[in-house]
């Protein structure tokens, strides 16, 4: 854990911190929690730039378009699964994701979401959160894991369930209290560390 301290403390003294710093407040700020979550259900096996671009082109039609042709429309801006996703979203949709938002939170808040929200596990949850404001939870995705078992901090898991899950984010808990981080700004600096990039 030591050395990964160490690559963690090196960037907290680059320009990369200024950026996530900015990120973390430009999460703070989203006004269209919707537009997000439907973000968050698009990268689940796909990537986070496609996913960014996608949001970006839909805009409204997240809101507005039918099933089948926002099911076309992410076809034709190149998403793997269109079906499946336009399902997820529309499904959404008539979730009162805004009510949970503002009557629970911590773990609780996080359960409901994974429950309600069909295409939502507890990655795609955790980045949701995340991605408007929340700072107590960890985005476990390969790159996360592959980082944290070459550190010699985990084995790698045969499937993330949600107890693996807990048990990991624990660990990252941990790492993040030691570098006096919360596990939002963690999670941005350890994808940095993977990808040479911060995105969202």
């Not at 949970?100 to 808040?109: K, P």
């Not at 959160?129 to 790159?143: K, P, Q, V």
């Not at 107890?163 to 596990?183: S, V």
């Amino acid at each position: 854990m030591e050395a990964l301290l160490d690559q963690l403390n090196n960037l907290k003294t680059s320009e990369v911190k200024q950026v996530i710093n900015q990120k973390m407040q430009e999460f703070k700020q989203v006004n269209d929690v919707f537009s997000e979550l439907c973000f968050c259900l698009l990268t689940a096996n796909f990537n986070a730039i496609g996913g960014i671009k996608i949001q970006k082109e839909i805009g409204s039609g997240f809101v507005e378009l039918s099933q089948e042709d926002l099911a076309l429309e992410l076809k034709r801006l190149g998403h793997r699964f269109p079906n499946a996703r336009a399902n997820y979203i529309y499904n959404a949709r008539s979730v009162d994701v805004k009510g949970a938002l503002s009557d629970l939170n911590g773990q609780e808040l996080r359960n409901w979401l994974v429950k309600n929200v069909k295409g939502l596990g507890m990655k795609e949850a955790s980045h949701f959160l995340r991605n408007i404001g929340y700072e107590e939870f960890a985005i476990i995705d390969f790159h996360i894991v592959d980082l944290l078992v070459r550190e010699g901090l985990i084995e790698r898991p045969k499937t993330l369930t949600p107890k693996k899950y807990i048990e990991i984010e624990h660990i990252l808990f941990r790492i993040a209290r030691k570098a006096n981080l919360n596990l939002g700004e963690l999670d941005m600096y350890l994808w940095y560390l993977e990808t040479n990039k911060i995105l969202k």
